[in-house]
T-cell receptor, first 117, second 109 residues
């Protein structure tokens, strides 16, 4: 069964450093998402992406965040200058369609645990 | 913010049906109800979704009331591996999911 994959599984970085989290969505999916979950808190939507541009973003997704689909398979989240409060699990998801209805369910990856020291 | 209300926790005996309620009294006519679950710290897992008709798949059944203001997710024969946080989500105009706190279901032997 196809699945979303994410690398690395755990990333440790120093405050102020740039990090890139990588995701490989399911191959026939056209819509891509990033979510984060701070330890012990709820899953929070960050951004959605379709046709090489951002569709929606939350208030969390400020100028230090960016997303990119550099090739036909990868989808990346870059945090330009990490802060302590960026420590969280980051989940990538993809869906075949982007509107409500059939075939728009999102499939999530296993996540990348980001630790900012 | 999430448009749904769920009990914070529930217990269920192994082998019995788990019935997880969700209130979504402000749901609009074209908004679907989605259910996901998160086992420990894994990525959320899609379970089922529906608009107004009851739905069933290999994982669960979804019962939506006629006025669509509430729904129930049914796991017909809960196992220990079904222990997880279950999220009921009503999507707004786009496909961006806003998770609430969910219901922590504990299946006990």
């Amino acid at each position: 069964e196809p699945e979303v994959t994410q690398t690395p599984s755990h990333q440790v970085t120093q405050m102020g450093q740039e990090v890139i989290l990588r995701c490989v969505p399911i191959s026939n999916h056209l819509y891509f998402y990033w979510y984060r979950q701070i330890l012990g808190q709820k899953v929070e939507f960050l951004v959605s992406f379709y046709n090489n541009e951002i569709s929606e973003k939350s208030e969390i997704f400020d100028d230090q965040f960016s997303v990119e689909r550099p090739d036909g398979s990868n989808f990346t989240l870059k945090i330009r200058s990490t802060k302590l409060e960026d420590s969280a699990m980051y989940f990538c998801a993809s869906s075949e369609l982007g509107r409500q209805g059939p075939n728009n369910e999102q499939f999530f990856g296993p996540g990348t645990r980001l630790t900012v020291l | 913010d999430a448009k749904t209300t769920q009990p914070p926790s529930m217990d269920c005996a192994e082998g019995r049906a788990a019935n997880l309620p969700c209130n979504h009294s402000t749901i609009s006519g074209n908004e679907y109800v989605y259910w996901y679950r998160q086992i420990h710290s894994q990525g959320p897992q899609y379970i089922i979704h529906g608009l107004k008709n009851n739905e069933t798949n290999e994982m669960a059944s979804l019962i939506i009331t006629e006025d669509r203001k509430s729904s129930t997710l049914i796991l017909p024969h809960a196992t220990l591996r079904d222990t997880a946080v279950y999220y009921c989500i009503v999507l707004e105009n786009n496909n961006d999911m806003r998770f609430g706190a969910g219901t922590r279901l504990t299946v006990k032997p």
